[in-house]
């Protein structure tokens, strides 16, 4: 069985930094892409980003390209979701989540999730 849990959400005014930290399974990196999904009130669950199992690869939302970074640390069993410049309209909960497929952006095509955690931007 897969258990992600998030952390590190919180308050920041806009234009400034979080990161996100989502703690694994252990050896779930070697065999599942992990991807990072928010959701704001009213609103679908949507695609922020995603590492590939074999060979770390990135792939990102054109929304966040260049502001977020997505990267995991295999020893600690985390991946991470580094967001800079954070804007007004990007307040949600953040998902993490496992698919045992390469890269997908739709929430249907992942397998497991964690519980989210908050993010508010201040403007």
């Known amino acids: 069985q897969v258990q992600l849990a998030e952390s590190g959400g919180g308050l920041v005014q806009a234009g400034g930094s979080l990161r996100l930290s989502c703690a694994a399974s252990?050896?779930?990196?070697?065999?599942?892409?992990m991807g990072w999904f928010r959701q704001a009130p009213g609103k679908e669950r949507v695609f922020v980003a995603a590492?590939?199992?074999?060979?770390?690869?990135?792939y990102y939302a054109d929304s966040v390209k260049g502001r977020f970074t997505i990267s995991r640390d295999s020893a600690k069993n985390t991946v991470y979701l580094q967001m800079n410049s954070l804007k007004p309209e990007e307040p949600a909960v953040y998902y993490c989540?496992?698919?045992?497929?390469?890269?997908?952006?739709?929430?249907?095509?992942?397998?497991?999730w964690g519980q989210g955690t908050q993010v508010t931007v201040s403007s």
């Open positions: 989540a496992a698919t045992a497929r390469l890269i997908r952006t739709t929430p249907r095509e992942y397998d497991f």
């Open positions: 252990e050896g779930i990196f070697r065999r599942y892409t």
């Open positions: 590492i590939i199992a074999i060979g770390g690869g990135t």
